[in-house]
């Protein structure tokens, strides 16, 4: 079993816990937002049991330690980071074929963020 953590920005921010959030007060008017938060957490809950032996169309290994669990067109980057923990990132819905080069920057400094306030740059 895997431990998921939500990185939060040095401002003490989550914006994959704050998307899940306002998933969650539409959930009652809003159909599509309903199916997105089921389907998110859903795919959290099979990470956190079988870690990325998941594979396709579950997760998908995007290069380095990079990871994203991908419910519908949500995409959620991820990496291992120790103990068995999973960090969850950056969250961004996919339009296109190609993941934008800009998600994946963000992911990156992200991952960055974390290892160096961590101690484990």
């Known amino acids: 079993m895997y431990e998921l953590i939500f990185y939060h920005s040095r401002n003490g921010i989550s914006e994959i816990e704050a998307h899940l959030d306002e998933l969650a007060k539409e959930v009652q008017t809003n159909k599509t937002s309903r199916i997105n938060r089921e389907k ?10 079988y870690g990325t032996r998941l594979g396709m169309p ?37 339009k296109s ?14 991952l960055k963020d974390f290892l160096e306030r961590s101690g484990n740059s």
Do not use: C
Not at 40 to 49: D, P, R, T
Not at 71 to 88: A, C, E, G, H, M
Not at 97 to 110: D, G, I, N, R
């Open 97 to 110: 074929q190609k993941t934008p080069t800009k998600e994946l920057q963000q992911a990156k400094l992200k």
């Open 40 to 49: 998110i957490l859903a795919y959290m809950k099979a990470l956190s049991l």
């Open 58 to 94: 579950f997760v998908k290994h995007i290069g380095g330690d990079l990871w994203e669990l991908r419910p519908l067109s949500n995409r959620i980057f991820f990496f291992y980071w120790k103990d068995n923990q999973f960090v969850l990132l950056h969250h961004f819905i996919k």
